[in-house]
């Protein structure tokens, strides 16, 4: 079965310093993966996808994230972060055999210090 | 970029009563849509997948006669809570999706439901 790991719940960042948000997936091919963003009381907002090609994939507001297939790794990065980047940061991936439908990580509270 | 809409974002109503959430795609058509329900603090949980004029598929759990799903149109899906109550308080998201396995979902804002 595909599953999909956020390995912190909550990471704690200084203004204006990098951050890495980890995301591993259990499946066995090159699934289709996301990165999205939800802010308080809203819904998702896509940041950035991984379909195939170049595994260094960029998106909006900064944010950056690449596929390591060794490691079934899809982690995003943003080389400053902002105060209005806290927010959750939700992982999921789609596959074949997934019939077309997310699989999501549990999400990643981002908490930044001012 | 893709939008969609979710109407209303707000409904507090009385234990009882029926409530219709609507979703739709501004831009785009959206072969398939899905329904999710978020608890706090936690991830989204998918609830139904729909396709424009087909019934839709329920997850295991979700009962079909409580949650109503009309997927009418490439551009309108909506949920209808039935006599609802407030173990039904939720946020509840919509999403939707263009054909093909590759294009992403776009999320509506939500809409936080209140069951007094």
């Known amino acids: 079965a595909q599953s999909v790991t956020q390995p912190d719940i909550h990471i704690t960042v200084s203004e204006g310093a990098s951050l890495e948000l980890r995301c591993n997936y259990s499946?066995?091919?090159?699934?289709?993966l996301f990165w999205y963003v939800q802010s308080p009381g809203q819904g998702l907002q896509l940041l950035l996808k991984y379909f195939s090609g170049d595994t260094l994939v960029q998106g909006i507001k900064g944010f950056e994230a690449e596929f390591k297939r060794s490691q079934s790794s899809f982690n995003l990065r943003k080389p400053s972060v902002h105060w209005s980047d806290a927010a959750e940061y939700f992982c999921a991936v789609v596959t074949m055999d997934s019939n077309y439908q997310l699989i999501w990580g549990a999400g990643t509270k981002l908490i930044i210090k001012p | 970029g893709a939008v969609v809409s979710q109407h209303p974002s707000w409904v507090i109503c009385k234990s009882g009563t029926s409530v219709k959430i609507e979703c739709r795609s501004l831009d785009f058509q959206a072969t398939t849509m899905f329904w999710y329900r978020q608890f706090p603090k936690q991830s989204l949980m998918l609830m139904a997948t729909s396709n424009e004029g087909s019934k839709a598929t329920y997850e295991q759990g979700v009962e079909k006669d409580k949650f109503l799903i009309n997927h009418a149109s490439l551009t309108l899906s909506t949920l209808t809570v039935t006599s609802a109550h407030p173990e039904d308080s939720s946020f509840y998201i919509c999403?939707?999706?263009?054909?093909?396995?590759?294009?992403?979902?776009?999320f509506g804002d939500g809409t936080r439901l209140s069951i007094l």
């Open positions: 499946y066995g091919a090159t699934p289709y």
């Open positions: 999403s939707a999706r263009d054909s093909g396995l590759d294009q992403p979902q776009h």
